[in-house]
């Protein structure tokens, strides 16, 4: 396996090589899903193809159609190939349509290919088997080169290909947050592909493997820094380095854009001023444009984040976002750029006192009536949801109120709100709600249905232009770092692409392409991919009450009280008697309002609300019978039970694969659905012991507040230990826990239990925290005698303990009998003082 694996190694880095001038790299391409093109994986398929390749024609994107295809065929096929290849020597045929017409006269090619699109087929001819990828243009060459790729890799049947294909949307871009020191908000991969210590990095052939992964899926759009931007990337120098980011992405046709703070005519140009409006900045912002295209002809356009969470924007001066990305379009059209101007634009320093106060609200406030004022060459970019990627959330209303403005849709690969890539959390399901959504924009006179996807794609209201971002954060450790994440990346392409493809036939295709084409395990981890995102919200915040996190800091583990009391606006409005925020018109916020009619009638009214969003639209008090029969309250408790339950079974299932996926990939994958499975106990557990508490309505089934088997470590005998009250109180069992002198690294501290149940076997769980900074070890002892011993070295956030490093180690199959002791030693190490929760008995499963 080693052996194999660094072959592949060394044939890509010259692959790479010949593409673009890079060496070889540590991370690369080939470790997502494009790893299919490096197994010998499709013996069915073999004998339709041979090694020729040809390119008709020079261009950049044709040339690196035909290298893949080489490479694709070479690794796909294995050594029988070639002898196949010898007794039936064919060819594969690759060009512009334009091209092919002219060496082929007698193709039966299509009478067009819509921009960006291609056209597979297979024919004989003379007795020679002929695969054309025949593309409309440059960029559909090579998208029909990794298309054709793929259904090899997933072991399509190919005897009588013909297929046509273009993608649904023109803007199909990835955004990275990335910071010139390196560092990326929100991401959870380490460390920047592109940035370091203030510049471009000198190694770029990570880039280059990135590119390479995005147009495998069709994306042709990186903007490469982050929202909240430098100012200084638009100086000559970092210019400069940006150009160098372009070109290694150019051969994978996908364009560099970038993100700009609209008063770096101010900060960096040494204007008085940054009003758009002003001739001066305007010409300002033209030199810059024909700065940039002089050194990188073929960029794509900026991306502008203004007037919110604290960026600089045009209300400084009484301009409008229409002001200023208008100046910035007219810099940018002489050159065929875009404006990407995003409508996450809301004042965070609401009055959470005021009822009518809704930060909801602020986008179709603010950019509804700037409808038809744009320039052509902006865009508007909504999030999903009008809040800001949260679990859950309704679909953004803005959609349906920009009908003479181009739109395009940003959603997070990255997950921020959705567990930061230590869950599994396939986002696809979630995407393809958003897509589907029917927002009924038309007058009921022309009763046409307008899904969100249509309106993206500029069809609804006849754009001619419009699109998908995504917020990828992909980093130096292994992309997103967890190989199940990757999931999302590819889902994003595919649907970017095409919106009209399954959530699960997308997470089927790829688990053929990265694990394995055996039925057994493209079955188990479509399931499990598919299973994942409704677990996750039922165990942070199911009924349309957002991600209850902390909202100020981490947004990972459970803080219910962060999101209230302050002007962020991710209120839930919980008190003792009800829960959930009135947005409706008649006694709320009046956000329903902002749907068209009959969206607007479905929210409004509780009778027709669905469970799902209730808690988005409407206070009710913890009574209040959902549509299923059931109690808000019960709910809540029923919910977090079934999706910690759910997360467990995730873990389940991925064990029946021992020895179905690559060994070290099955142990990585296995520890951090260990871990999601503890992490959604925590989570299980604050949620619904804060709404006890706040309720005062018990759990009819009897489970909230009674843990039978768990042992307090505030109970225990303490030596060393100090009891302490953990903040949010929520997040640790009883609101307590103990922790052993932080600072002292010398001094162990115990707790210690005795067992009075039933003799029997038991797994053990340990429940504690683990916090950065160092590395805590623990003990696990039975009668004296050490069981088990583990050392808290996860990198995980908040420096004090709480629920966001609140971890579990379990022990199987523990004999105890009365009047056994129980024992955790814990030892500190620096800042990790080896905090304790409690322990939990549970009966062993075998
Ligand atoms: C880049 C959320 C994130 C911020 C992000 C912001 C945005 O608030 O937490 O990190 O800033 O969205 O989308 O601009």
Sequence with gaps: MLKKRINLFIGLGFFLALAGGFSASSQTSDQAWLQALSRDSVEQARPAFSLQVRALGTGALEQSAALELRHGFANLTSASFLVDAHSNPGETIVGTAKELRKAYPNLPLPSAIEPEGFWLYRTRSQGHTLV???????????????????????????????????????????????????????????????????????????????????????????????????????????????????????????????????????????????????????????????E????????????????????????????????????????????????????????HHLDWRDPKADRARAAYDIFHPLDGKFAPNVIIQTKEGPIDFQAQEPVSPLFAGLRHTNQAMEIEVTQEYTGQQRHLVYLAPMWKWVLDFDLRAETKSE???????????????????????????VGRDGWLASPLAMANLYAFGRLAWNPNLTAAGIAQEWTRQTLSND?????????????????????????????????????????????ENNGWGQWHRADH???????????????????????????????????????????????????????????????????????AELGTEWATLKGRVDPAL??????????QAGHAIV????????????????????????????????????????????????????????????????????????????????????????????????????????VASWAGDAQLPSPRPDGDNSTRHTVHGIALKPGDTLRVQGTPDKDDPAALDYIELTPAAN
């Design 132 to 290: 054309v990828v025949a593309g409309a243009d440059q960029r559909g060459v090579l998208y029909g080169a990794f298309a054709l790729l793929r259904l090899l890799a997933t072991h399509q049947n190919l005897a009588h290909l013909n297929h046509i294909d273009h993608p649904a949307l023109p803007v199909r871009w990835v955004d990275e947050w990335d910071n010139p020191d390196g560092s990326i908000e929100r991401g959870y991969a380490g460390r920047s592909l592109f940035f370091e210590g203030g510049h471009v990095r000198a190694d770029l052939a990570p880039v280059a493997a990135y590119a390479r992964l995005l147009a495998s899926v069709g994306i042709n759009g990186c903007n490469v820094n982050n929202v909240n931007a430098a100012p200084e990337l638009l100086d000559a120098d970092h210019l400069k380095g940006l150009a160098r980011i372009a070109d290694a992405m150019r051969p994978w046709g996908v364009r560099l854009a970038m993100s700009v703070d609209v008063s770096s005519p101010q900060k960096i140009g040494g204007l008085s001023t940054f009003d758009p409006a002003d001739p001066a900045v305007k010409a300002w912002w033209a030199a810059k444009a024909n």
């Design 666 to 675: 099955f142990e990585d994958v296995r520890a951090r659905l260990a871990y």
């Design 292 to 347: 940039i295209y002089a050194l990188i002809p073929d960029f794509a356009g900026f991306t502008v984040k203004a007037d919110s969470e604290g960026q600089p924007g045009p209300s400084r001066f009484g301009r409008t976002p229409a002001d200023a990305a208008n100046t910035l379009a007219a810099a940018l059209e002489p050159h065929g750029g875009v404006v990407l101007y995003r409508a996450f634009v809301y004042n």
């Design 683 to 786: 989570w299980r557990d604050a949620i619904v012991q804060y709404f006890l508490k706040l309720s005062g309505i018990p759990d009819t089934k009897g489970r909230a507040g009674r843990y039978p088997g768990r042992m307090e470590a505030e109970d225990a005998r303490l030596s060393g230990y100090k009891v302490f009250d953990v903040i949010p109180w929520e997040d640790a069992s009883g609101g307590k826990a103990v922790t052993c002198a932080p600072g002292s690294s010398e001094r162990s501290c115990s707790a210690m239990w005795t067992y009075t149940g039933k003799p029997g076997r038991f797994d053990i769980a340990a429940q504690y925290f683990d916090l950065q900074g160092g590395v805590a070890q623990f003990t696990l002892m039975v009668n004296g005698q050490p």
């Design 519 to 563: 039925p057994v395990v493209v079955r188990t981890v479509t399931k499990m991919l598919m299973q994942s995102w409704p677990a996750y919200v039922n165990y942070t915040g199911p009924l349309g009450m957002q991600t209850l996190t902390d909202i100020t800091g981490s947004h990972y583990g459970p803080n219910i009280e962060a999101s």
């Design 447 to 473: 009763n046409r249905s307008t899904p969100v996807e249509e309106i993206i794609a500029g069809q609804s209201f006849h754009r001619p232009l419009g699109g998908m971002v995504a917020v990828a954060g």
């Design 577 to 647: 008697l009800g829960v959930g925020m009135d947005r409706t018109v008649a006694t709320g916020t009046g956000y329903a309002g902002q749907y068209p009619p009959e969206i607007a009638a479905l929210y409004e009214n509780l009778a027709t609300c669905p469970d799902n969003l209730l808690l988005f639209f409407h206070h009710v008090p913890y009574t209040y019978k959902l549509h299923s029969g059931q109690t808000v309250i019960q709910y809540i408790y029923d919910s977090h039970y079934q999706g910690a339950a759910e997360a």
